[in-house]
């Protein structure tokens, strides 16, 4: 079954080794084109190495622009951009906004976990308590939509959905509820089984925030990331991007041609996926995210309670509104025209974010580069079960 929207697929890819494991390291780039914006320190070989991983990834796969932040006290930073933010050849900067797609689904579980801390609600809490006539919503937690077990279709995936998203991202019409119509309209499983990656559940936490605080999600996440220094992240509720933004295409394998779909619908991801963001803001929010930054440290061990995704290949494994692909902890997205990674090692204290401007239903194209780069550096963080 074909893969759609904001569905993860790191386990696919994960579970055969296809992209984090295979390959040797590529001859050096004889002339990287690389744009700096912050710090050096990385060594000047692993340097070479990561701009020649950089170079090959754009021009594929109607990828135009890559950016990749590094942050490690032992190794050193590093902040560059690569390539073209938009088929005119402007050039792509570090500081360009860009969409964050599935990433925005650590902003609005942190939301709830800290409503948690204040007691304002508990993760025990059935969702029929703040959304009504949700399909076995009086045994589906909150906990159940964090970890991705809830059990409940995912609205994004819904062929009829799915295909007006790709006839035009601007989705005109479509609302959160729409997508409640879309997702009361089918049974669903029994909730806390095998854990399943779902766009569902973190739109239906955005609404759980929405009755809580008494106010839209958007503020209440535009907030959060304020008070995490986070200046220029922002959840936008129109389809336009706060400049300098890179623009996004749709990739070519997807059926129509590689269009410019920068402008679209936020409304249709919501809280699973509409916050905007910059390499620079998730370099330094992949530590916070990573270290529990705005949590009591029992809900952040909580948080990290992990439930595996797959049972071969590179250990992956989801917590509550985290991921962990081997050592590493963060989240990865994908969402038309937009793809990225933004991780954390606690072993080594290290931050690696990678950014790319091309991307499809079908592959989160940032993981790639990803994997290559911190196969290089940190050779041994990708353990297998």
């Known amino acids: 079954m074909r893969l759609k929207f904001l569905r993860h697929v790191l386990p696919a890819l994960l579970a055969t080794g296809a992209v984090l494991l295979a390959g040797s390291t590529p001859a050096l780039a004889s002339a990287p084109a690389h744009r700096g914006g912050g710090p050096g320190g990385i060594d000047p070989a692993l340097r070479s190495q990561i701009d020649a991983f950089a170079n090959a990834t754009v021009g594929t796969n109607g990828i135009t622009g890559v950016i990749v932040g590094i942050h490690d006290p032992a190794k050193g930073d590093l902040l560059t951009a690569y390539g073209d933010a938009d088929r005119a050849g402007t050039p792509m900067r570090p500081n360009m906004h860009y969409r964050i797609a599935s990433v925005t689904k650590t902003f609005t579980a942190t939301a709830i976990l800290q409503l948690a801390d204040k007691r304002k609600l508990s993760l025990d809490d059935r969702l029929d308590t703040y959304v009504p006539n949700i399909p076995r919503g009086r045994q589906i937690t909150l906990r159940n939509l964090l ?23 601007l989705m005109p019409g479509f609302t959160t509820d729409s997508a409640l119509k879309v997702i009361r309209a089918h049974p669903g499983t029994a909730p806390g089984q095998k854990p399943e990656y779902n766009n569902s559940n973190y739109l239906l936490l955005g609404l759980v925030l929405e009755k809580v605080t008494g106010e839209p999600a958007p503020a209440t996440i535009e907030r959060l990331a304020r008070r995490s220094g986070l200046g220029s992240t922002t959840f936008p509720t129109t389809p336009d991007m706060p400049k300098p933004y890179a623009h996004g295409y749709l990739l070519p394998t997807d059926p129509g041609p590689n269009r410019d779909v920068t402008r679209s619908s936020m409304l249709y991801p919501y809280t699973a996926g509409a916050v905007v963001s910059t390499v620079p803001d998730m370099l330094r929010y992949a530590e916070q995210l990573g270290t529990g930054y705005g949590l009591s440290r029992a809900t952040f061990r909580d948080r990290l309670d992990w439930v595996p995704l797959t049972g071969a290949g590179v250990r992956l494994q989801y917590g509550l509104g985290i991921l962990q692909v081997g050592d590493w902890i963060g989240h990865d997205g994908s969402i038309f025209g937009y793809s990225d990674v933004v991780s954390y090692l606690p072993s080594a204290k290290a931050s690696v974010v990678v950014m790319v401007n091309a991307s499809n239903a079908d592959a989160v194209t940032s993981t790639d580069l990803w994997g290559k780069i911190v196969k290089l550096l940190y050779p041994d963080s990708l353990p297998t079960w």
């Open 147 to 169: 970890d991705m077990r809830s059990g409940l279709y995912d609205y994004a995936t819904d062929p009829a959905v799915y295909a007006a998203y790709q006839k035009n991202p």
